[in-house]
């Protein structure tokens, strides 16, 4: 699954001078990828597990013995729990009642329901269905880009950022007549992939696409542009595309899940042609 989000860049092309460069032994704080917000997916989930109306009513006779129960193994053969159409196991409950002299059941008074039986593998896929509502597209910024005019350069190293890289847990538990049980699904920044419309592209940690800008310093999350945008279709940008991939977990795990979800934003950015004259180079200026 592909969240998109289609984000206009309005730049142009001019000839300016470029910022000086220094090597990446400067570099200076730590990655830090922000605290994961949880968010109790409950109130969604829970409805599949309700128990049905009139499980509990009384219809028995005075002298009867009222019975509601989960079904038992007996001397029948049919199933006492079944896959449904979603995945979920239901289990069979009755509701009956009994005359307590004979041991007999009045048959009048049998009713059956399939109910969900409540088991953490079976939340596990609808909570990670449920994640993608919560994995917005990445927020891109291009920190040494053109303050004035807002476009990149040609033959520099271009920074790219991601602000919004947050681990989203989504968690439920669920109950009925005949348990309980809790599940959670986690989506990790993992991966930030650009596409330069160019042809080329950079790929990066989320832990580095969230480390302070350097000025001086290029760091890992980057592209270097070798032409200018006047060579795009258009004659005036290029369409990049910056993906982000989630890695998914759960607990319990649960092989049949999807490892990676992704979501994407499209930019269209305009790259100028320079002339530089570069006074200084590398780690001392």
């Known amino acids: 699954m592909r969240r998109r989000v289609v984000a206009g860049v309005v730049l142009a092309a001019l000839v300016l001078p470029i910022p000086t460069t220094a090597t990446t032994a400067d570099a200076a704080a730590e990655p830090a990828v922000p605290g994961g917000a949880r968010i109790d997916a409950t109130a969604r989930i829970g409805g599949r597990y309700a128990d049905p109306p009139g499980i509990r009513t009384n219809p028995c006779a005075e002298g009867e013995q009222f019975v509601s129960e989960r079904s038992q193994d007996d001397a029948h053969t049919r199933a006492r729990t079944r896959i449904a159409s979603d995945g979920v196991t239901e289990a069979l409950w009755q509701r009956f009642c009994v005359d307590p002299e004979t041991g007999r059941r009045n048959p009048t008074t049998i009713f059956e329901w399939w109910i969900a039986d409540p088991r953490p593998e079976d939340l596990v896929p609808a909570l990670v269905g449920m994640i993608e509502d919560y994995l917005d597209p990445p927020q891109v910024e ?6 004035e005019h807002g476009w990149l350069f040609v033959k520099v190293p271009m920074d790219f950022r991601v602000n919004n890289l947050t681990p989203i847990t989504v968690t439920a538990t669920v109950s009925n007549s005949i348990g309980t049980a809790t599940a959670s699904a986690t989506a990790t920044p993992d991966t930030v992939l650009f596409d330069s419309g160019e042809g080329g592209g950079a790929t990066c940690s989320a832990a ?4 302070p800008y350097v000025a ?3 760091g890992a999350c980057a ?3 070798q032409n200018s945008s006047a ?3 258009n ?3 290029f369409t990049t595309t910056t993906s982000m991939q989630w890695a998914i977990t759960s607990a319990p795990a649960n092989p049949t899940i999807p490892g990676v979800l992704d979501t994407f934003v499209s930019q269209d950015l305009a790259v100028s042609e320079v002339q530089a004259i570069v006074t200084c180079y590398g780690r001392n200026c």
Not at 208 to 211: I, L, R, V
């Open 231 to 233: 060579i795009a279709p």
């Open 216 to 218: 001086r310093v290029f």
């Open 223 to 225: 592209y270097t542009y």
């Open 208 to 211: 580095q696409a969230t480390e």
């Open 142 to 147: 291009w920190p040494n880009m053109s303050p």
């Open 235 to 237: 004659g005036y940008s």
